[in-house]
């Protein structure tokens, strides 16, 4: 399990990312769950799309501002996003590190 200034880093990270269509945050929207911050500061979480439909752009704008995030709340943080929406799902697994 990773300390309580870990967890907050990360959360005060996540709580900027905003849907690029919409001025509100990916979490107020519901859209992130099950958030897991490991004790190497490993990031894991669910992003939840709201239909299956949304453009590729737009998902992928989203995965890379929770990844750029993630990264800038420091340390060497691996990440795993997995996109859900209906039955469908899209992982994307990178290692980031800050220099």
Same mark, same amino acid.
């Given at each position: 399990?990773?300390?309580?200034?870990?967890?907050?880093?990360?959360?005060?990270?996540?709580?900027? +990312?905003?849907?690029? &269509?919409? /001025?509100?945050?990916?979490?107020?929207?519901?859209?992130?769950?099950? !958030?897991? *911050?490991? =004790?190497?500061?490993?990031?894991?979480?669910?992003?939840?799309?709201?239909?299956?439909?949304?453009?590729?752009?737009?998902?992928?704008?989203? +995965?890379?501002?929770? &990844?750029? /995030?993630?990264?800038?709340?420091?340390?060497?943080?691996?990440?795993? !996003?997995? *996109?859900? =929406?209906?039955?469908?799902?899209?992982?994307?697994?990178?290692?980031?590190?800050?220099?």
């Amino acid at each position: 399990m990773s300390d309580i200034n870990t967890n907050q880093r990360v959360m005060e990270a996540l709580e900027s +990312v905003e849907h690029p &269509a919409i /001025a509100t945050t990916l979490l107020d929207l519901g859209m992130l769950r099950d !958030i897991e *911050v490991s =004790s190497d500061d490993g990031v894991a979480l669910t992003m939840v799309l709201p239909f299956p439909s949304i453009p590729d752009n737009v998902r992928d704008h989203m +995965v890379n501002s929770l &990844a750029a /995030a993630i990264q800038s709340s420091g340390g060497r943080l691996i990440t795993a !996003i997995t *996109v859900v =929406s209906g039955s469908s799902h899209w992982s994307r697994n990178s290692s980031l590190q800050r220099t």
